[in-house]
Nanobody, 115 residues
């Protein structure tokens, strides 16, 4: 059974940084792409960043140059390094992977950007 467990969220001041982690289990991690999504209150869930099994990355325009997605296959972990955070990036951040027709999500980690 695939499980994704996020950690690293918290309260940070505007302009601050956080590093999110997602540990995967129950899957052959290295052969699948991984993604980070976020969902703010009253908003739809949106893709923030993705990384392929080969390490190719993509980002939503609003985070380019500030966020970095990376993966550590030996530890079944995907990271999201976030810098220069803005108050409107307050959201629950979710880890995601797609295997065949199935979409898997973690429980999410809350990121709050506020002074």
């Amino acid at each position: 059974q695939v499980q994704l467990v996020e950690s690293g969220g918290g309260l940070v001041q505007p302009g601050g940084s956080l590093r999110l982690s997602c540990v995967a289990s129950g899957m052959f991690f290295s052969i699948y792409g991984m993604g980070w999504y976020r969902q703010a209150p009253g908003s739809q869930r949106e893709l923030v960043a993705g990384i392929t099994s080969g390490g190719i990355t993509n980002y939503v325009d609003s985070v380019k140059g500030r966020f970095t997605i990376s993966r550590e296959n030996r530890n079944n972990t995907v990271f999201l390094q976030m810098t220069s955070l803005k108050p409107d990036e307050t959201a629950v951040y979710y880890c995601n992977t797609r295997i065949g027709r199935s979409n898997y999500w973690g429980q999410g980690t809350q990121v709050t950007v506020s002074s």
